[in-house]
């Protein structure tokens, strides 16, 4: 699908773009907050992808009260909760060529990545039964990484996920079509390498809002901390919704 001319679910036109909220964790509430008040002023609605296990040093979510009822809060504002991982960590054993794609695509972020179907299901269920623990239910799955096993892929419709999102595209669970939506994404590092990035970020939602191409930007804690991410980032926003397009979150997308 192009995007372009696309009716929106309000029979406007207009293509739509996504933005994410990477690492949504009792470690990381604060930057979450931050994160969700740049977005309201600009009336974007986002999708909080949760980590529900212990992450960052920090406690599980539900032994988070304060940060469950922030999250129901944002849910009843228009904001989508989807489950991202379950303790965000480093994957099992794999063989040397996978662990040097999770490296460079992920760095560390590879805890579906070499899993077997079975092993993805029972760590899904656990990710699902944790959110369930504090009355959150969720239809979509983004991988820590967008890194998924042949095995997770396979396991994710079975426990009754709708879609899971990869670099590329956006997969749909219930019908088996995908939506390609290149990711724009950060890789804080410090000094030009960074900088770069940065412009390279603005430069491409600029193109991609010119033409009317789909694409989404998925923002973590550690950018809020750099001035430069952030600014780089609210740009790109701000460059999307200029253009006219339609900010929605990922179950919107696959509905409409």
Same mark, same amino acid.
């Given at each position: +699908?192009?995007?372009?001319?696309?009716? &929106?679910?309000?029979?406007?036109?207009?293509?739509? %773009?996504?933005?994410?909220?990477?690492?949504?964790?009792?470690?990381?509430?604060?930057?979450? @907050?931050?994160?969700?008040?740049?977005?309201?002023?600009?009336?974007?609605?986002? =999708?909080?992808?949760?980590?529900?296990?212990?992450?960052?040093? #920090?406690? $599980?979510?539900?032994?988070?009260?304060?940060?469950?009822?922030?999250?129901?809060?944002?849910?009843?504002?228009?904001?989508?909760?989807?489950?991202?991982? %379950?303790?965000?960590?480093?994957? #099992?054993?794999?063989?040397?060529?996978?662990?040097?794609?999770?490296?460079?695509?992920?760095?560390?972020?590879?805890?579906?990545?070499?899993?077997?179907?079975?092993?993805?299901?029972?760590?899904?269920?656990?990710?699902?039964?944790?959110?369930?623990?504090?009355? *959150?239910?969720?239809?979509?799955?983004?991988?820590?990484?967008?890194?998924?096993?042949?095995?997770?892929?396979? @396991?994710?419709?079975?426990?009754?996920?709708?879609?899971?999102?990869?670099?590329?595209?956006?997969?749909?669970?219930?019908? &088996?079509?995908?939506?390609? +939506?290149?990711?724009?994404?950060?890789?804080?590092?410090?000094?030009?390498?960074?900088? @770069?990035?940065?412009?390279? +970020?603005?430069?491409?939602?600029? &193109? %991609?809002?010119? %033409? #009317? *191409?789909?694409?989404? *930007?998925?923002?973590?804690?550690?950018?809020?901390?750099?001035?430069?991410?952030?600014? $780089?980032?609210?740009?790109? *926003?701000?460059?999307?919704?200029?253009? #006219?397009?339609?900010?929605? =979150?990922?179950?919107?997308?696959?509905?409409?």
């Amino acid at each position: +699908m192009s995007g372009q001319k696309d009716p &929106g679910i309000d029979g406007r036109e207009g293509f739509p %773009f996504v933005v994410s909220v990477h690492d949504v964790a009792p470690a990381t509430s604060a930057q979450t @907050a931050g994160w969700l008040s740049d977005l309201t002023r600009r009336d974007v609605p986002a =999708t909080l992808l949760v980590i529900p296990g212990p992450y960052g040093g #920090g406690a $599980a979510l539900p032994e988070d009260p304060d940060l469950v009822a922030f999250l129901h809060a944002a849910a009843g504002r228009g904001h989508e909760l989807a489950l991202h991982g %379950f303790r965000h960590e480093p994957g #099992g054993d794999a063989p040397p060529l996978r662990r040097a794609v999770g490296r460079v695509a992920a760095r560390t972020a590879t805890e579906f990545w070499s899993l077997t179907e079975e092993q993805a299901r029972d760590l899904l269920r656990a990710g699902l039964e944790a959110l369930a623990e504090v009355d *959150i239910g969720v239809v979509g799955f983004t991988p820590p990484g967008w890194l998924a096993s042949a095995g997770t892929r396979r @396991a994710l419709a079975d426990v009754g996920f709708r879609y899971w999102t990869s670099h590329l595209a956006v997969h749909d669970l219930t019908g &088996g079509s995908h939506r390609r +939506m290149p990711v724009l994404s950060h890789r804080p590092s410090g000094g030009a390498a960074e900088r @770069a990035g940065a412009r390279l +970020m603005t430069t491409a939602a600029r &193109g %991609f809002a010119r %033409f #009317g *191409i789909p694409f989404r *930007i998925a923002l973590h804690p550690a950018d809020l901390e750099r001035p430069g991410l952030r600014a $780089a980032t609210l740009t790109a *926003i701000d460059l999307a919704l200029a253009a #006219g397009g339609r900010p929605v =979150t990922y179950e919107t997308l696959i509905t409409t």
